[in-house]
């Protein structure tokens, strides 16, 4: 019996270590949270916005103006996998590879995954049938010190590819940032360019008049890169913020659990003492009777 309490003591002091770890950890994850969140909320309404204007622009131009809005027959897809470098945030990194899977099962075209994290490219390193693709300055260490610079690079290097022709279709696979407790595994068509539903809803009626300065060229040349850099460095500040919500919440769950098994534990620990008291009190009396007899 004194062998059986032992280890449930162990038991005991094991859990409340896991509990003080993930207690921290969920600490952590908040404070993080909170800087996160502050820099999507002021990133999401100017990169809608900028989607809203490039919307009311395109439906200005010519047909097939500009080599971003050239629609290809499709052959080869590029998915932009958005993850995370570290674990411990329950479903959040599994989301994005199910998610590109489902895509991949609803087309014929060659598929290719260009992952940004350390866990998507750790993933697909170990899926060499997914063709992981990569290039010379390590995409997926971009959260290491996520900047709009970093994601610049990032966001030139797709369009090259696409310009290119090495892929007819990009498409971006992210956790959309809702609040703390809610994260939305997002598939978004980057390129070729097309007007999103909710820059369709928001925007005018393109029967509107643009007078284009200094020329529709120039609008063509600068304003589009410059937003696909903007929107893929939203989907990078989304996912970042998202993750550490999908942490603080899964510690929190991890917290709840290691309470419920110590309560659990302590009870059967008492019991089990309580057993033994009571055997013992038994044994003495009865070597007690036993002298007197």
């Known amino acids: 019996m004194a062998g059986g309490l032992k280890e449930v003591r162990e038991r005991i002091a094991s859990v409340q270590n896991t509990m003080q770890i993930t207690s ?6 908040a404070a993080k949270l909170r800087r996160a969140q502050d820099a999507i909320t002021r990133m999401r309404p100017y990169a809608e916005k900028l989607q809203v204007v490039l919307s009311n622009v395109s439906g200005s131009l010519d047909s097939g103006e500009g080599v971003f809005s050239t629609k290809r027959e499709t ?4 998915y932009v996998a958005i993850t995370s ?19 991949m099962t609803q087309t014929d075209a ?9 866990k998507a490219n750790d993933a697909y390193k170990k899926l060499p049938e997914l063709n992981p693709v990569g290039f010379e300055d390590d995409a997926w260490q971009i959260f290491d010190d996520l900047n709009f610079d970093r994601a610049q690079i990032v966001a030139e290097h797709i369009m ?21 407790a809610v994260q939305v595994a997002t598939v978004e068509n980057y390129l070729p360019l097309e007007a999103s539903e909710e820059a369709v809803d928001a925007a005018p009626s393109n029967d509107t008049d643009y007078i284009f300065e200094p020329s529709q060229d120039e609008i063509v040349e600068r304003i589009i890169p410059n937003s696909l850099k903007v929107q893929l460095y ?6 970042h913020a998202s993750e550490h919500g999908a942490r603080m919440t899964a510690m929190h769950q991890a917290t709840e659990n290691a309470g419920e098994l110590l309560r659990d534990l302590r009870i059967s620990y008492n019991k089990a003492r309580q057993a033994a008291i009571t055997t013992e009190i038994l044994e003495i009396v009865a070597g007690s009777e036993a002298l007197d007899s």
């Open 24 to 29: 921290a950890m969920k600490m952590v994850a």
């Open 110 to 118: 060659e598929c290719h995954v260009l992952p940004l994290g350390k």
């Open 160 to 180: 090259a590819q696409f310009e290119g022709g090495q892929y007819d279709e990009v498409k971006m696979v992210y956790n959309r940032f809702v609040n703390a």
């Open 75 to 78: 052959k080869r897809i590029l």
């Open 85 to 103: 470098n570290r674990g411990l945030c329950g479903g959040f990194n599994n989301n994005i590879m199910k998610a590109i899977r489902q895509e």
């Open 234 to 239: 939203k989907g990078l500040l989304d996912s």
